[in-house]
Every structure is written in C-alpha cells, then in structure tokens.
C-alpha cells in the first residue's frame, strides 16, 4: 500500500542556503502549488500545516486497511496540474497517472431514472432523449452558451489577478455579454425544459460551494470545460496527486514543518516577515503566502493588524458556502452496479438548496454524492471490499443545528438511505466508518463558520469582489486556495498559485 507523504520537519532554514525565504501557510493544493511555483521563481521555501499529513482538505484517512480521500475527488483540466512539473522541466506522467472516466458521473433520483454524463455528443443525446427528445436542440444551443462562458470566466480570468477595480472594469463588457447576473439554473432553463436535465446540467455549482440558483450563468463553464477536458481519477485516489505535487516541490527546494500551527503572521512595517507559531517559535521570512482560509487568514492570523478592509466585521457579514457531513466507510464485499461518481437527487431540488443556503435549516430530506474510487481502483481497500464517501450539503455553522447530537442520527439516516436503494445489506457490510461534519470544517481545517468551499461564489463575491491574491493589508502577503480569486474546486485552487508569478517578485529581485 502506498504511504502517503509525511515529509519529517526540518528547520526554516539552512546555514549555506542564502535565498530569499518563502513561508506557505497550508499543505492543501494551493499550498502545495504555491511552493512548486515559488522554487521556480528561485526561493527557499518552508510550508507549514497543522495536520500530521499535506493535502488540507484533500488529507488522506487511512483506517482498517482502508484509503479514503477526505476531499476532492473530481480531477479535469489536466494540464492545469501538468504546468506545475513543466515549470521544472519534468513530465507530471512520470509521477502520478490520470486515468480518464466514462461516465463522467451518474445521476439518480428518488424514482430510480438516471441520467449518465458522457464526453461523447451522441451518447449524451441519448440520454437527454430518454427523458425529453425535444430538449436535445436546447441541449447543444446550451453547449455553445457554455463555450463563451468557458472563454470569458476560465480563459480571460482564471490565472489572472483581480487586486485593482480596473482590472474588473476590464472584464464587465465581457461578463455583461453573458448576462452574469443571471444564474446558472436561469441560464439553463433558458434553453431545456424537463426538469431532470436541468438539475443534470446545473448542479455543478454545489462542487465549488455555489447555489446553482444564484451562482453567476458564467460558471456554466463546468460543462464546456467537463465536455473538453474529461473528468480523470488519480490513481492511488487524489491523495497521490497532491503526494506527487508535494515531492515535485520537496525535489526542487521545499522543507515541511507538519504538526505545527501557525498562530501569527509577522508583521513589521506593514509588510510580512515571517510568522509565530503556537509554541512561540518565530520563523523569518521575505514573504508569506497564506493558503489558510481567507477569513481565518485576516481574523485570526492578523489579528493584532489594523485592517482597512477584511475587518472582522466584514468577514463576518460576507455570505459563506453551504458546509458537508461526509461519512467515510468500507464494506467487506464489492457493489459493482455502483460507478465512480454517482449524485442521488432527493425528492427536492430547489427547496433543499434554499434549505441550506438561505434557511440553514436542516431538512428532512437530503441530496448526496456517493463515491467509490475503488470502481476503478481496487488498491484502496483490502481485496474483495469497497472503500466508499458519501456526502451531503447541509447548512453552514449560521444554522443552530446542534451537530454533538445531530451527527449521528444524520448519518444513520444516511445509510439507511443508501440501504434502501442502491446498497442492499450495507448495514451487515460495513466495517470501517469515520464522520466528518461541520464542526470538523470549523475546528480541524480552520475555515469561518464552518463552511466547507469558503466564501459563497455570488456575483459579487467573484473576482475582485473576493479577497484578493495579494493582500489589500499588508505587502509581502499572498492568498491561495478556495477564498481568494479564482475560487473552490481544484482547477481554481491550484490556479491561484499560478496567479503568484504575477505578483511575487522573483527571487533575484529581492537579493
């Protein structure tokens, strides 16, 4: 079995090592990119976690002879991730090996009809058709629609930074031609009318954290970009991704001090210059990237900083994603009509989805997302067994669910679920099983209120309406990750630290 990656720590710094020094707060993918990313610009770089393992929301849970990936788990955009080793020279290929899916993912409702997502055109007209022929024209006007989103919201925006208005000023007429404000469910109800095809082309903003009834139409990219691009597994689960990235960063100048907080950010005359951490120590640095969540950078790690912007109050006020239960379990026998990636629609879709975003209530009823990485990766579990997670939105810490109850009875409903539709004798089957609820977000992975994907991707919580790559506070600091400019999911996570070459200085800048 693979071991994942626990780099030993090792100190900052090094007697003959005379680079400028770079600190990353967080092992998650941003961190992790942020570090590959800043050796090539010719630093000396430290990254810092609190958790024994990297990865951050993509840690690794090894359990009973189990692997399950504790976060992520849907890969496109590869060259997103090829980049980092081309930086260096080497080939990703030679690392980690991307193995394309088909289906991309199924989709199940509460009748027992689905609907499965394919990279081939004729395959997905087949299958708009079992439900509605007439839809199948709608479908490819809707393609086209996508496209142009793909070309404004990814290719015009992603890996660009967004820390003056100007730059926003730049991209409206281009967000206006897409009609922006209108959201993703409008945008695609505009061209289908069954509703099963609707929620099969618009729930795709639940992946980064959004309400597809209020993220902007333009994130209707997803569907372009699923349909380019392909969605892949990494084999080994994502976990080996983020191992491979973390030895590319490691091979080329990166040190690790894992189970260490940080408690600080360093600040001397208005510019980060290193950080404190829980115990006392303090490292130095020329400059600090965070890929803490966004709020928990500027509340808690600039806490004794005056701030002109991301006071606590306004981080307080700023609409947060929904947050996750998600309940990790291995069986003791394989269930092989079950695929890689497959979303149980409840009985409810816009009702749930206020439920949780607007009431944070939590409903009887729910959504869920079932994966078994072990369809097409056997490595992750004993012989003869699965290795499952299944997860379901629910409100954000703004709700008055008390989850030291509730966790439970919520799982077991859960299971029961699962039990009474696509898994029979899963109770009997079960043996292994690990919770992780919204007090997990909260406490382990330090993320405001709870919430799982950071701050809600809203119109004008995008761009340079998020807190930006590059700190409005103080010089010498930099965000990465889910809660700054680009957003969730691992395509815009690892594309914020690509943003970094637009900012940072190069090394022999600052020699």
Excluded at 31 to 55: C, E, F, P, Q
Excluded at 149 to 156: A, I, V
Excluded at 367 to 390: I, N
Aim: with cysteine.
């Amino acid at each position: 079995m693979m071991t994942i990656h626990q780099p030993p720590p090792t100190p900052a710094v090094t007697g003959s090592d005379t680079r400028p020094h770079a600190i990353v707060i967080g092992a998650g993918f941003g961190g992790l990119a942020a570090a590959v990313r800043l050796t090539a610009r010719g630093y000396r770089v430290t990254v810092i976690d609190k958790l024994d393992r990297i990865g951050g929301r993509a840690y690794v849970h090894e359990q009973d002879g189990f692997r399950f990936d504790a976060g992520p788990t849907i890969i496109t955009a590869p060259f997103i991730f090829e980049a980092l080793w081309e930086l260096h020279g080497e080939r990703m290929d030679d690392h980690v090996t991307l193995k394309p899916l088909e289906p991309y993912y199924t989709l199940r409702w509460d009748d027992g009809r689905t609907f499965r997502c394919w990279s081939d055109a004729d395959r997905m007209r087949e299958e708009i058709a079992a439900f509605d022929a007439g839809d199948i024209a709608g479908y490819e006007d809707f393609l086209v629609e996508s496209e142009k989103c793909f070309r404004t919201g990814f290719l015009r925006m992603i890996d660009e930074p967004f820390h003056s208005f100007g730059r926003m000023l730049a991209q409206m007429p281009h967000l206006i031609a897409r009609r922006a404000d209108r959201s993703v469910h409008g945008l695609v109800s505009k061209y289908v009318r069954n509703e099963n095809v609707r929620q099969s082309l618009s729930f795709h903003p639940l992946f980064i954290g959004g309400n597809p009834m209020r993220t902007s139409g333009v994130m209707s990219l997803i569907s372009f970009l699923e349909r380019k691009y392909g969605i892949h597994y990494a084999m080994g689960g994502t976990g080996a991704l983020a191992k491979g990235i973390a030895d590319l960063a490691e091979r080329h100048g990166t040190t690790y001090r894992l189970d260490t907080e940080v408690d600080e950010i360093v600040v001397r005359d208005g510019a980060a210059r290193g950080v404190r951490l829980k115990g006392g120590e303090t490292i130095e640095a020329d400059c600090v990237v965070s890929n803490a969540e966004a709020g928990w950078t500027y509340t808690h790690l600039l806490r004794n900083h005056a701030r002109k912007r991301w006071t606590d109050r306004k981080v307080a006020r700023m609409k947060y994603s929904m947050s996750l239960i998600v309940w990790y379990f291995g069986t003791n026998r394989r269930y092989e009509d079950i695929g890689h990636h497959t979303i149980m629609m409840g009985p409810r879709y816009k009702g749930l989805i206020t439920d949780i975003f607007d009431k944070k209530v939590l409903a009887d009823d729910f959504s869920l997302y079932l994966y078994r990485p072990t369809a097409s990766d056997p490595s992750l579990a004993p012989e003869g067994c699965d290795a499952f997670y299944v997860l379901a939105p629910v409100p954000n810490l703004d709700g008055d669910t008390d989850w030291t109850t509730m966790a439970e009875p919520y799982r077991r409903r859960i299971q029961d679920y699962l039990e009474g539709s696509v898994m029979p004798g899963l109770s009997d089957a079960i043996v292994t099983s690990k919770l992780t609820t919204p007090l997990d977000f909260r406490d382990r992975l330090l993320s405001t209120k709870g919430a799982a994907f950071g701050m809600e991707p809203t119109i004008f919580q995008l761009a340079w309406f998020r807190p930006h790559n590059i700190s409005e506070e103080i010089t010498d600091l930099y965000l990465v990750g889910a809660g700054t400019h680009p957003g969730a999911g691992l395509p815009g996570v690892v594309s914020s630290a690509a943003i970094l070459d637009k900012l940072v200085p190069h090394a022999a800048q600052r020699a």
